[in-house]
């Protein structure tokens, strides 16, 4: 079983910028992908960023230059860097662990952006 945990959300101003963490329970990395997805209120969650276990990285295509996927294999953390940050960012930040059939998801971090 694979455990999730999101951390670093929170309540910022248009322009600002963030970084939220993935703990990851054990050495997962070099078995499955991990990603970030998004939900906002009233809508699906979407693909915000994923890295391959070998360390390919995929964009949403509106999210691409703006948004930064990382990670640090030594410490089992994943990381999303947002920047230049929206109204329209705002949602619920998951993080996603999938390999073949399986899929894990952590319990969310809030991104909030208002003035």
């Known amino acids: 079983q694979v455990q999730l945990v999101e951390s670093g959300g929170g309540l910022v101003q248009p322009g600002e910028s963030l970084t939220l963490s993935c703990a990851a329970s054990?050495?997962?990395?070099?078995?499955?992908?991990m990603g970030w997805y998004r939900q906002a209120p009233g809508k699906q969650r979407d693909l915000v960023a994923t890295m391959s276990s070998g360390g390919i990285t995929n964009y949403a295509d509106s999210l691409k230059g703006r948004f930064t996927i990382f990670r640090d294999v030594a410490k089992n953390m994943l990381y999303l860097q947002l920047n230049s940050l929206k109204a329209e960012d705002t949602a619920v930040y998951y993080c996603?662990?999938?390999?073949?059939?399986?899929?894990?998801w952590g319990q969310g971090t809030q991104v909030t952006v208002s003035s």
């Open positions: 996603n662990a999938h390999w073949g059939p399986t899929d894990y």
């Open positions: 054990g050495s997962i990395f070099r078995f499955y992908t």
